[in-house]
């Protein structure tokens, strides 16, 4: 089963910055298209980005495009989520997760589990 530690939330000011971390494991890495969710209280889970697996391509949802940037080790097996500018709009719970398209544009969880989130708080 695939296993995903996410790290390096906090609550931090409108326009700070953040870096997390997700460590995966139980999967091929180097083969899997990685990204990025985020879950705000009371709403659904969403797409945040995404990278491809030599990380020649990423993928941003619009409400992120500019000051979000994805980048993955792959030696690591390790994906990154580096946020900039970050809005009090950004506030959720953030998780990574192997990825695929969704068939609406989008992507979705290419596998059945979620980690445990790391919580970002971004006050006003």
């Known amino acids: 089963q695939v296993q995903l530690v996410e790290s390096g939330g906090g609550l931090v000011q409108a326009g700070d910055s953040l870096r997390l971390s997700c460590a995966a494991s139980?999967?091929?890495?180097?083969?899997?298209?990685m990204g990025w969710f985020r879950q705000a209280p009371g709403k659904e889970r969403g797409f945040v980005a995404a990278i491809s697996r030599s990380s020649t391509t990423t993928w941003f949802t619009a409400s992120v495009k500019g000051r979000f940037t994805i980048s993955r080790d792959n030696a690591r097996n390790t994906v990154f989520l580096e946020m900039n500018s970050l809005k009090p709009e950004d506030t959720a719970v953030y998780y990574c997760a192997p990825v695929e398209p969704d068939g609406r544009g989008s992507w979705r969880n290419a596998g059945s589990n979620w980690g445990q989130g790391t919580q970002v708080t971004v006050s006003s």
């Open positions: 139980g999967l091929t890495f180097s083969r899997a298209t």
